[in-house]
């Protein structure tokens, strides 16, 4: 059976800090996508990652996928209220997503 | 450029009644896929189609039909609901065009009583 896990589950931080949210997967997989979610709202598409070693950044996020480790992690820079969502990893080992529970980020000043 | 769009956005059935949820996407995508989304569980996939004339299910597939219409609709129908399928539902599409990346529809919250 396939497993997404990502964790933390919940992150309240401060804004200013810099904290990673880390996605484990449990079977192969060619590219990795984050999705945010705002309250009451549809997934926004962050990143799309395609090999090993891909690096992705925009803003203060920066995504990473190690496909050895079957590891992606989500790192946020310097963080602000504006960030504060729901972000999902979800991976492809068919034809469509397998998603992690997310990660609920709340940044208070 | 509507991208994905869904009807209803919300909608109260009362156990046992049937419903049609509509999906339609304008961006000339092969694929096409049905998630539910409750609390503390992440997505999860009900059925999804590859192309069109083509369905198979997903993780949760049980009270469920689908219909791909044409290659833009995708439609969802719960037969006889059951409260434990109160959730908010999701379409999406994508295409090997965009490397798969899955544009979400604004989503349909669903509440059976």
């Known amino acids: 059976e396939l497993k997404v896990e990502q964790n933390p589950l919940f992150l309240s931080m401060q804004e200013g800090k810099n904290y990673t949210i880390y996605c484990n997967y449990s079977t192969t997989s060619d590219r990795l996508y984050w999705y945010r979610q705002d309250p009451g709202k549809s997934l926004e598409s962050l990143f799309v990652l395609l090999s090993n070693g891909a690096v992705k950044q925009e803003g203060r996020l920066m995504a990473s996928l190690d496909t050895k480790a079957r590891l992606s992690t989500l790192h946020i820079t310097a963080a602000v209220h504006d960030l504060s969502a729901t972000y999902f990893c979800?991976?492809?080992?068919?034809?469509?997503?397998?998603f992690g529970k997310g990660t609920s980020l709340l940044v208070t000043p | 450029n509507a991208g994905v769009t869904q009807t209803p956005k919300f909608q109260v059935l009362k156990t046992g009644q049937s419903m049609t949820l509509q999906c339609a996407q304008d961006?000339?995508?092969?694929?096409m896929y049905w998630y539910r989304q409750d609390p503390g569980m992440g997505l999860r996939l009900i059925y999804y189609?590859?192309?069109?004339?083509?369905?198979d299910k997903g993780e949760v597939p049980n009270g469920y039909n689908v219909s791909r219409l044409n290659k833009r609709e995708f439609s969802l129908r719960l037969e006889s609901a059951a409260p434990s399928q109160t959730s908010v539902y999701f379409c999406a599409s994508s295409d090997r065009d965009s490397i798969y990346e899955q544009y979400f529809g604004p989503g349909t919250r669903l509440t059976v009583t």
């Open positions: 961006m000339n995508h092969n694929s």
């Open positions: 979800a991976v492809v080992p068919g034809y469509a997503l397998n």
């Open positions: 189609s590859a192309s069109e004339g083509t369905t």
